[in-house]
């Protein structure tokens, strides 16, 4: 669906996109991830012929930019990160006017699309409200509307949960999960949770280079992963504990954290190796009166890979 080679964006001296390929499939979810001013704002909007590149090439189906660039437009639906509404409209009094606009002239087939919208973006409660007066999170509905108004191949989305709260995040995630059932959707966001959760493949930029492209599975296999305990104690002295939970192995390192509540000892416990040490641990702290309030094992592969391609100097 989509082919980008050797992209390249400079902004006088600065080169924010720096030599970026990749190969984008029809129906496919891909996640931009990266931290903020790595370059994806400027991938996206390259891809949306807004920002012609300095160098490189992007095709999209049989059709390059610039040359093309009115077909691939039609083709694509985009959602920048601030939704560009008009405040001082009705919700629906807006997407009429964008509908016209994007040249849906018919009253049926208008009157026809707004239901599917609202449906699914939903949107029918909010229909006579100015836009002025909704949540940020409505806004964005809103705004996801107006993006897929012509029912484009292709969604564009940047950073479409940024500033949202966690039940708006999920409503957005959960809308995002249904349209790509049928389209091909690229979205950036610096939200690990929100990448893994939603897209099947994730390309991580750090300072406009491509540093990884794959899925999550193939991701997390690409680096060794520690495993990792939480442990939260009560009527234990931190010192004691520490002690003992560093007797158990020489593998396990023991880093104290911020207790759960404020009579508990609490530690973040990981090992170089593949062994789950939780029941050594119980086994080691049964022999003592502590009581164990939580004793948990986690994985932060996803978020070691992302710190490990793009810190200062990776």
Not at 145 to 167: K, Q, R, Y
Not at 228 to 253: M, V
Not at 258 to 286: A, G
């Given at each position: 669906?989509?082919?980008?080679?050797?992209?390249?964006?400079?902004?006088?001296?600065?080169?924010?996109?720096?030599?970026?390929?990749?190969?984008?499939?029809?129906?496919?979810?891909?996640?931009?991830?990266?931290?903020?001013?790595?370059?994806?704002?400027?991938?996206?909007?390259?891809?949306?012929?807004?920002?012609?590149?300095?160098?490189?090439?992007?095709?999209?189906?049989?059709?390059?930019?610039?040359?093309?660039?009115?077909?691939?437009?039609?083709?694509?639906?985009?959602?920048?990160?601030?939704?560009?509404?008009?405040?001082?409209?009705?919700?629906?009094?807006?997407?009429?006017?964008?509908?016209?606009?994007?040249?849906?002239?018919?009253?049926?087939?208008?009157?026809?699309?707004?239901?599917?919208?609202?449906?699914?973006?939903?949107?029918?409660?909010?229909?006579?409200?100015?836009?002025?007066?909704?949540?940020?999170?409505?806004?964005?509905?809103?705004?996801l509307a107006h993006a897929m108004m012509t029912d484009p191949e292709i969604l564009i989305l940047d950073e479409p949960t940024s500033?949202?709260?966690?039940?708006?995040?999920?409503?957005?995630?959960?809308?995002?999960?249904?349209?790509?059932?049928?389209?091909?959707?690229?979205?950036?966001?610096?939200?690990?949770?929100?990448?893994?959760?939603?897209?099947?493949?994730?390309?991580?930029?750090?300072?406009?280079?491509?540093?990884?492209?794959?899925?999550?599975?193939?991701?997390?296999?690409?680096?060794?992963?520690?495993?990792?305990?939480?442990l939260s104690l009560k009527g234990a002295l931190k010192e004691d504990a520490a002690s003992l939970l560093k007797s158990i192995h020489?593998?396990?390192?023991?880093k104290e954290v911020e207790p759960l509540e404020k009579d508990l000892v609490s530690f973040e416990i990981t090992n170089s190796d593949?062994?789950?040490?939780?029941?050594?641990?119980?086994?080691?702290?049964?022999?003592?009166?502590?009581?164990?309030?939580?004793?948990?094992?986690?994985?932060?592969?996803?978020?070691?890979?992302?710190?490990?391609?793009?810190?200062?100097?990776?």
């Amino acid at each position: 669906m989509i082919e980008v080679q050797n992209l390249t964006k400079n902004f006088k001296d600065f080169r924010a996109v720096n030599n970026i390929s990749m190969t984008i499939r029809k129906g496919e979810i891909l996640g931009l991830l990266g931290p903020n001013g790595a370059g994806k704002t400027t991938i996206l909007r390259m891809l949306t012929g807004y920002f012609r590149p300095s160098s490189g090439t992007i095709k999209i189906k049989s059709f390059q930019m610039p040359k093309d660039a009115i077909r691939i437009k039609s083709l694509i639906g985009y959602l920048p990160e601030s939704a560009p509404l008009y405040h001082n409209m009705l919700v629906y009094d807006y997407l009429e006017y964008i509908a016209k606009i994007k040249g849906i002239d018919d009253k049926e087939k208008r009157y026809d699309r707004f239901l599917q919208l609202s449906d699914l973006c939903g949107l029918s409660s909010i229909m006579d409200k100015p836009i002025a007066t909704l949540s940020k999170g409505l806004k964005q509905r809103v705004g996801l509307a107006h993006a897929m108004m012509t029912d484009p191949e292709i969604l564009i989305l940047d950073e479409p949960t940024s500033g949202l709260d966690p039940n708006q995040i999920a409503e957005i995630r959960d809308i995002i999960k249904t349209i790509g059932k049928e389209k091909t959707i690229i979205f950036s966001t610096h939200i690990l949770s929100e990448a893994e959760a939603t897209c099947d493949r994730i390309a991580i930029i750090n300072k406009g280079r491509m540093v990884a492209d794959d899925t999550t599975a193939n991701l997390k296999q690409s680096i060794k992963q520690n495993s990792f305990i939480n442990l939260s104690l009560k009527g234990a002295l931190k010192e004691d504990a520490a002690s003992l939970l560093k007797s158990i192995h020489s593998n396990l390192d023991i880093k104290e954290v911020e207790p759960l509540e404020k009579d508990l000892v609490s530690f973040e416990i990981t090992n170089s190796d593949d062994r789950d040490f939780r029941s050594d641990i119980y086994l080691k702290i049964k022999e003592t009166d502590w009581i164990i309030i939580q004793l948990t094992k986690e994985s932060q592969a996803l978020e070691k890979i992302f710190r490990e391609l793009t810190r200062e100097g990776a």
